[in-house]
């Protein structure tokens, strides 16, 4: 994987092959954060990257200036890695070692812009559960934003808070808004 813009632009990240990881094309994330980068100032922002994964995504934030990233992800070795590449970039990512949907449930704080990338066979009520979550907990603030990344087999125009839909190749992102 490969940093697209900012501080480290052009830094490849290679991830250990037993990382149970799917990451963000480069094609895919560089239309993302064209979208992104017209919207937002990005040293302002306090993002949380659900599923984390290899911490692709935390790492485009932080290469873009974004000092408060969360990290959030149940398996060991990637907030592992997670930890090992920042620390290696200099950059801080707060890193969570737990399943999503708990955190959900027990978490308390609120950020600009929320990131979900799941695994690509979740079903149309996980995708579900995990908007309601965002918005019945509160995780957003007034004007945040939860974006999906999600395959283009799995609609979710239907659900609750969708506003907008952007593909790229095999991947669809999602935004939802109150």
């Given at each position: 994987?490969?940093i ?97 949907y ?61 506003v ?9 992102f ?5």
């Open positions: 994987m490969r697209i813009s900012g501080k480290f632009k052009s830094k490849r990240i290679t991830a250990p092959k037993k990382l149970p990881i799917r990451p963000t094309t480069d094609i895919a994330k560089e239309g993302l954060f064209n979208i992104l980068n017209n919207t937002y100032n990005f040293t302002e922002l306090n993002v949380l990257d659900l599923f984390a994964g290899s911490g692709n995504i935390c790492y485009e934030f932080a290469s873009r200036g974004c000092t408060k990233i969360t990290a959030v992800d149940k398996h060991y070795n990637c907030i592992k890695f997670i930890n090992q590449t920042s620390a290696s970039l200099e950059i801080q990512i707060n890193t969570i070692k737990k399943d999503v708990t955190y959900l449930k027990s978490a308390n704080q609120t950020f600009d812009l929320i990131f979900a990338d799941p695994p690509y066979d979740f079903t149309t009520d996980q995708f579900e559960e995990l908007v309601q979550l965002v918005f019945n907990q509160q995780h957003l603030k007034d004007e945040g934003i939860l974006i999906i990344e999600h395959p283009k087999i799995t609609p979710l125009s239907s659900l609750a808070y969708f907008d839909e952007r593909r790229y190749g095999g991947s669809v999602s935004f939802f808004k109150k």
